[in-house]
C-alpha cells in the first residue's frame, strides 16, 4: 500500500518546493513536485529524486561517532547518552572556565527550518555565546535594496506574469529555480514579454529560456546599469513623475548620469553599445521586472552594482509598479516570533565575521577568551568558507569541535564528536522559502534510520542537561505553535499550514505600489556617488564557482564526486596554454594549487573559469581552498568571485 505525504523541501535553495512523498513499506520510495502548491505548481529540481537515494546511502552515518585520539583519530561508535554527556560537560565546563564567550555556535543555512532555529535559544540560555555576523551569500544585496527602499522586498513570483519584459541579471533559474522555468515562460507567453539575460557565463537558462544574452565582464554590472541609464536619459525614457515626486536626490543621480563617459563605462563591462541600448530599451517598456541573481553579489563592492540597478529600474519608473521591481530574495525568517530566539533573551555576546571565519577564530584564541568550544550544525565550513585552508586550521585549534550533519564531510575531519541528524523527510516541522511567499508543512513520511535524531531533538536533549537550558523542554507542535503565532495572529491557522502550503498573509504581490518606501522621507533614495573599481588587469583569471544540477552546495557523498574537479574554460584560452579538453592541468594562486580536469566551453568569457562549488576537500575538489576570506564592504557578504587564479599545464 502506498501512502503520499505533503511536505516541502527545506534545502538551501530559492525554491523551497512543495513535495509529495510516496511512502510504501515505511520508506519513501520517489519524491515529486506538488501540484497544488501556487507556486512551484508540481515542479521540482532533478536533485529532489536524488535525495531519497541520499537518505539510505550508504556512507550516511547512523550513530553518534567520538574520535579516538584528538581530531586525527579514527571514529568510533558511542551511545547517544554518552555523547550528550560528554558535549553537556565540555559546554558547562568551558562556562564555569571562560565564560560564554569561550562557546561558538557556528550554525549555517543548510537546514532552513523552524524548529532548527531554536539552536540560537539554546546557546542564548547558556548566557550569550559567541555566534556569527555575516553570512556567506546575499547580506551584500540586502544591505544596499535597503538603502535604497527602507527594506528589501521583492515582489512575488507571479506578479512577474504582469511584466512586459524580464531582466535576469546574474540569475541561473534552470538550474538554481527550476520551478521558476514554467512561470517565465508563461509570463513571456502572456504578454509577449522578452527575457533577457546578462551573465558572465552563459548558462543553461541562457539557451533554455532567455531571449536575448548580455556578457559582462565579472564584477561590473554597475558599469553596464551606469551605461543603460545613461541612454535611457539620452532617449528621454526616464519617468519624470517618479523623479519628480518620489525619489530623494534624483537631480544628483541624473548630474551623476551626465558625467559618465558611455564608452569608458562600456569599456569597463566590456559590453557592445548596442546590448546597452538593448537593456535601456527593454527597461524602457513599462513593466520591467529584473530578478537578480545570488552571484552577482560575490563581489567586494557589490553594492554598488546593486544600487546602480536599482537606480536604473527606478529611472525608468518600475518601482513599485506590478509586474516590475528588482526581486532579489524574501525572509524566510519574518513570519515566525522572533522574540523566541532573538537577542532579548540575552545581550549580544561576541560575533565572529561568516565570510572570515578562519582568521577570527584565530584571533579569538589570541584573545581573554579562547573558544574552547565550537558546535558546527546546518554547514560544512571547511568545504563551503572561504580560504578553507585556514578554516580547517582554525577548528583544529578549538579544542572540543561537535558536528551535527547526515555525513563525514570535510568539517567532520577536523571535529571530535559526530551526532548524526534525520533529513527533512523523517521530521514533523515548518518552512518558508527565500524565493517566494509560501509557508509550507514538513511532514514527517518515514522513521530515521538507525539512531538519527532530529536536530532540535539533540538541542533539546542536550538542555535537560542544564537547568539555564531547560526551557527547551516542549513538544515540537507546542514550538511550532508558538513560532508560528504571528501568522495565527493573520488568520492563518497551525493546521492550515500542516495541510499545505499556505501564503504569508501580509506578503504584498508587488511592493510599494503606493510609492510610499519606509525611508526617512518616505521616497526612494537615488544613489549620488559611484565608487565602483575595475577589475584589476594582472593576468589571472576570474572564477566564478556557480550552482551545478546534481547536488545543492556541498550535499554529497564521496562516492559522487568525479575523479578530479572540472574547470570549464573558453577553447581559445586553452589552445594559447597547450591544453585540450579532458586535459589535466593545474589551478591555482597564491592560497593553493589543485589539479583538475578542464572542459572546453565556448560559452564563456575568455577571462573567465568556471567550476560547480561544494566539492568536498578530501575528495581532491575543494574549490574554496582559492578563495578569498574577505567581508564586503557593505552588508558583511562574502566576495567569493574577488579570486584571482592561474591555469597551467601539469
Known amino acids: ?35 497544488d502548491h501556487p507556486v512551484t505548481r508540481g515542479r521540482a529540481c532533478g536533485k529532489t529524486n536524488a535525495y531519497v537515494k541520499r537518505l539510505a546511502h550508504p556512507e550516511r552515518v547512523l550513530h553518534p561517532l567520538r574520535k579516538s585520539n584528538g581530531k586525527s583519530g579514527s571514529w568510533l561508535r558511542v551511545s547517544w547518552e554518552h555523547a550528550l554527556d560528554e558535549l553537556s560537560e565540555r559546554l558547562q565546563t568551558a562556562l564555569d572556565s571562560h565564560g560564554p564567550e569561550s562557546i561558538l555556535n557556528y550554525q549555517g543555512f543548510g537546514e532552513r527550518t523552524a524548529l532548527t532555529i531554536l539552536n540560537a535559544r539554546f546557546f542564548a540560555l547558556l548566557g550569550g555565546v559567541t555566534t556569527l555576523t555575516g553570512t556567506l551569500c546575499s547580506g551584500t544585496a540586502i544591505a544596499a535594496q535597503n538603502l535604497d527602499m527602507g527594506r528589501r522586498i521583492s515582489h512575488d513570483p507571479l506578479d ?15 538550474v538554481t529555480q527550476a520551478p521558476m522555468m514554467p512561470l517565465l515562460r508563461a509570463a513571456r507567453e502572456r504578454r509577449q514579454a522578452p527575457i533577457l539575460l546578462i551573465d558572465p557565463v552563459r548558462s543553461e537558462t541562457a539557451k533554455a529560456l532567455a531571449d536575448h544574452f548580455i ?67 527593454t527597461m524602457a517598456r513599462r513593466p ?151 509557508v509550507g508543512p514538513v511532514n514527517k513520511a518515514m522513521e530515521a534510520p538507525g539512531e538519527c535524531r532530529p536536530m532540535f531533538h539533540i538541542l533539546r536533549d542536550l538542555a535537560r542537561r542544564n537547568p539555564a537550558a531547560g526551557l527547551l523542554d516542549r513538544p515540537d507542535e507546542e514550538w511550532l505553535r508558538r513560532l508560528v503565532r504571528p501568522l495565527e495572529d493573520a488568520g492563518v491557522s497551525f493546521e492550515s499550514i500542516m495541510a499545505g502550503p499556505v501564503r504569508i498573509p501580509w506578503a504584498p504581490m508587488a511592493p510599494y505600489t503606493d510609492r510610499r518606501f519606509p525611508t526617512h522621507t ?54 594559447r596554454l597547450g591544453l585540450a579538453d579532458g586535459d589535466e592541468a593545474m589551478l591555482g594562486n597564491d592560497k593553493a594549487e589543485l589539479r583538475v580536469a578542464l572542459k572546453l566551453d565556448a560559452g564563456l568569457r575568455r577571462d573567465t573559469l568556471a567550476a560547480e562549488r561544494g566539492g568536498w576537500l578530501k575528495a581532491g575538489h575543494g574549490v574554496n581552498l582559492l578563495t578569498t576570506d574577505e567581508e564586503s564592504d557593505l552588508g558583511r557578504g562574502t566576495p567569493y568571485y574577488g579570486a584571482r587564479v592561474r591555469l597551467r599545464q601539469g
Open 288 to 438: 520591467a521586472a529584473v530578478l537578480l541573481g545570488w552571484g552577482l553579489h560575490r563581489h567586494k563592492q557589490a553594492h554598488h552594482s546593486v544600487r546602480a540597478i536599482d537606480a536604473l529600474a527606478a529611472l525608468t519608473g518600475n518601482i513599485g509598479l506590478p509586474g516590475g521591481g528588482v526581486s532579489q530574495g524574501f525572509d524566510e525568517y519574518g513570519p515566525y516570533d522572533q522574540s523566541l530566539w532573538g537577542e532579548d533573551l540575552h545581550p549580544p555576546r561576541r560575533k565572529l565575521s561568516m565570510p572570515r571565519i578562519g582568521a577570527e577564530i584565530l584571533a579569538a584564541q589570541q584573545s581573554e577568551t579562547p573558544l574552547r568550544v565550537a558546535v558546527v550544525s546546518a554547514a560544512n565550513p571547511v568545504c563551503m568558507a572561504p580560504n578553507s585552508g585556514l578554516v580547517a586550521k582554525a577548528l583544529d585549534s578549538i579544542p572540543f569541535v561537535a558536528h551535527l550533519g547526515h555525513f563525514l564531510d570535510d568539517t567532520s575531519d577536523h571535529a571530535d564528536l559526530f551526532l548524526p541528524c534525520a533529513a527533512f523527510l523523517e521530521e514533523t516541522d515548518i518552512v518558508t522559502g527565500y524565493g517566494h511567499n509560501y
Open 1 to 35: 500500500m502506498t501512502k503520499r505525504v505533503i511536505t516541502t523541501c527545506t534545502r538551501d535553495c530559492p525554491g523551497c518546493c512543495g513535495l509529495v512523498a510516496e511512502v510504501r513499506g515505511g520508506r519513501v520510495v520517489s519524491l515529486t513536485g506538488d501540484p
Open 215 to 281: 556578457q559582462p565582464r565579472p564584477g561590473t554590472d554597475g558599469f553596464l546599469a551606469l551605461a543603460a541609464a545613461r541612454i535611457v536619459l539620452d532617449e528621454g525614457l526616464e519617468d519624470g513623475i517618479f523623479l519628480a515626486n518620489h525619489a530623494d536626490h534624483a537631480h544628483e543621480y541624473l548630474d551623476l548620469l551626465r558625467q559618465q563617459d558611455l564608452g569608458r563605462l562600456l569599456a569597463a563591462c566590456d559590453v557592445p553599445e548596442a546590448d546597452a541600448q538593448l537593456l535601456a530599451r
Open 522 to 575: 518616505g521616497n526612494f533614495r537615488f544613489l549620488t556617488e559611484f565608487g565602483l573599481r575595475e577589475p584589476a588587469k594582472d593576468g589571472g583569471y576570474h572564477f566564478l564557482t556557480t550552482g551545478g544540477p546534481r547536488q545543492i552546495c556541498s550535499e554529497r557523498t564521496l562516492d559522487s564526486h568525479t575523479p578530479l574537479p572540472v574547470v570549464r574554460v573558453h577553447p581559445e584560452e586553452a589552445a
Open 160 to 174: 512577474h506574469m504582469n511584466a512586459r519584459a524580464i531582466v535576469l541579471w546574474g540569475r541561473n533559474p534552470a
